[in-house]
Structures are given as C-alpha cells and as structure tokens.
C-alpha cells in the first residue's frame, strides 16, 4: 500500500517538470523572437530617417531647379520678343531656306568659323544730333548688390530706375530709401515674383501689388510710386488677364513699362563680357532704349559690367535718366 501512494505524486513530479521545461522552451523562443523583431524594428526605423533626409534633399533641389527654370522663362520671353521684334523688323524677301544644313549657335565665334572676318564693329555706336537719352533699369532687387550699383551709378552722374522685389529681399529695405535720396526712380515690380499667383486673376494681381506699394510706402517714409513693371514683361501672362491688369492700373494711375534692349542677364549663365555686349551693341539702333538689367541677389555678371556700360555710352554721348511718368512708354501690350 505504502508504494501505491508514491507513485501517483511521482508522476505528478514528472509531469510539472515536463510542463516547465515546455514553457521554459517557448519563453525563451519567444523572447528570441521578441530580440528579433526589436533590431528589425530599429533598422526600419534607421532606414525611415535615411530616406527622410534623401527626401529633404531632393525637395531642395526641385526648388532650386524651380527657381532656375523661373529665371529661364524671364529669358526665353525677353528672347521671344527680340525674336518678334526682329521678325517684324525683317520681312525682306530673302529666302532662308537653303540654311536647313546651317547649324548655328549665337555664340559661334569659335576657331571653325569659315567667315573670322564677318564681324560689324559694333562698338562704335551710331552718332545722332541733339541730345540722347538712355534709360537703365534694375529689376529684382533690393539686394545686397544694390548700394554697389548706386556708387558706380554716381561715379558716371547716371540716374536709373529700379523696379522692386519684396519676396526675400525685406532685409535689404532700407536701400529703398536711399534709391529714392539719390535722385532715382523706385517704381513696382511684384511683391512675390511668383507667376502663378500673380496672373491667376486681376485681384491675385492687385493684391500682389498692394501688399508691395504698402511696403515701399513705409519703408521710405512715404513714397509713391507711380511706375510699374510686369514680371517677365506684359506680354507674360494670359492676354485677356494681363490686358484687364493694364486697364485697371493704369485707372489707379499707373503706367507699366517693358524694355527695349535686354541686357540679358535674367539668365546667370550669361557673362559680363555677353551683358557689355548685348547693351553696347544695341542702344544705338533704338530711340530713347530702356535697357532691362537686375540688380537681384547673384547678378554679380551685371555688377561687373556696369563701369564699362556706363563708360561706352558715355563716351557715346549718352545721357543716363531715370523714367517718370513723361518718358515715352517701352509696352509690348498695351490697353485697349
Ligand atoms: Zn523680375
């Protein structure tokens, strides 16, 4: 008898052991699991993070290709309308088919040039009688380029006119005042720059413009400009919003001006040498020229330039002004 009742607390000995044993097992298989899955998770997490940063960076870069692309459209419509200029200009009869083989490019002074000796000297300008005038405008600033403009401006006794960003330019404002103290015109060009919103309607339009003409307002103590240029020229733009813009600026009293030579330093792949160019070979074909440069932030090409622009068209017997509301208006579209 006495054997009998080992057994049965022998065998529940055995089986407690045999369960703990079991348990102790899958605690450890899971706790490995766990293991597992907390480094998978934090390499997640290290992964999440790299392409966070990637993201970041290529935001960046979309933006400055944006801001880039922005600067080529000025270019291609001040070139656009060179180009219609030029067409209308030229409706000989010659014939230009024959060209198809020609593969030029405008820069193409290299050493292959088959004709090295075809080349106007463009340098001496053409003299006219009486006084000429010629008007230098800056686009885009306040920058910090912009009170190295205003000394070479004195240096030559030229006067200028600067069309006005506010968009990421508001720490330069207090060269507003000093545009206007030294005798030029400060007149509007957009509070944003931003195409989109700007010519998306009439008002997206007046709104832009009164948030700036309030900003130049105050920062000078109480100037008010009466001058205006369209960003990227008033032949930006849907034709039906623009020709409604003009219509209603020029009611409050405002007169847009567009340019007739282009310096073409929208783009900053131009050169000093191309901006010196560009200006001296042109002002001589057209009366009264209103020259398009910027005075925005990196146009240090322009900055260069300028001693020698205002020294060749000073020894041409230039005047250098500033526009007011007598000048003739330069206006690629006008009201209707
Ligand atoms: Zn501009």
Known sequence: MKKKRWIPVLVCVIISLCVCGVLGFQYQDLNGRYQKLEIEASQLQENNSGLNE?????????????????????????????????????????????????DWSSTNKSEDDPYPNLYADKDDLPVQSGQKYVYLTFDDGPSSLTPKVLDILDEYNAHATFFVVAANNEEYEEYLSEIVERGHTLALHSYSHNYNQIYRSVNAFLEDYEKLYDWVYEETGGYSPCLFRFPGGSNNGSSYIVNNIIKEMERRGFTH???????????????????????????????????????GPGKNATLTALPTVLQKLSDAGYEFRSLDQNSEPVQYRQSK
Request: with cysteine.
């Open 54 to 102: 990637e993201l970041a960076d290529s935001a960046a870069q979309l933006e400055e290709k944006e801001k880039y692309i922005e600067g080529q459209k000025d270019y291609i419509s001040e070139l656009s309308e060179q180009i219609q200029d030029f067409g209308n200009e030229d409706s000989t009869e010659d014939s230009w088919e024959d060209s198809s083989e020609d």
């Open 257 to 295: 001006y567009d340019w007739n030579v282009s310096s073409g330093d929208g783009s900053n792949l131009t050169t000093t040498e191309n901006i010196i160019d560009n200006v001296c070979s042109n002002v001589g074909y057209i009366d009264n020229p209103v020259i398009l440069m910027h005075d």
